[in-house]
Nanobody
Framework: QVQVVESGGDLVQPGGSLRLSCAAS????????IAWFRQAPGKERERVSCINSSGNTYYSDSVKGRFTSSRDNAKNTVYLQMNSLKPEDTAVYYCNNLIRRVNWGQGTQVTVSS
């Protein structure tokens, strides 16, 4: 079955860190560009990062310098390390294959609040 499953979200204080995981099945992440998206209440889903098949990474201006995307080929999993979290990072985070789109997963909730 072709799918992605996100995990790792939590409630964290401003300035804190989290690592999100995107476990893929039915395709091999190292062959594709895998992106992280987020959707805050009342807002459209936005792309925040991407890691392509060459391992090159791209970030939106809102997270650049704070978030890092990486990949573990053996686990067929993509990660999003989030540091210096801000309240405006609060959202449900999703991942997807940019080349061969799969059904959206349930996402993982990240809440940044004191």
């Amino acid at each position: 079955q072709v799918q992605v499953v996100e995990s790792g979200g939590d409630l964290v204080q401003p300035g804190g860190s989290l690592r999100l995981s995107c476990a893929a099945s039915g395709f091999t992440v190292e062959y594709y560009a895998i992106a992280w998206f987020r959707q805050a209440p009342g807002k459209e889903r936005e792309r925040v990062s991407c890691i392509n098949s060459s391992g090159n990474t791209y970030y939106s201006d809102s997270v650049k310098g704070r978030f890092t995307s990486s990949r573990d080929n053996a686990k067929n999993t993509v990660y999003l390390q989030m540091n210096s979290l801000k309240p405006e990072d609060t959202a449900v985070y999703y991942c997807n294959n940019l080349i061969r789109r799969v059904n959206w997963g349930q996402g993982t909730q990240v809440t940044v609040s004191s």
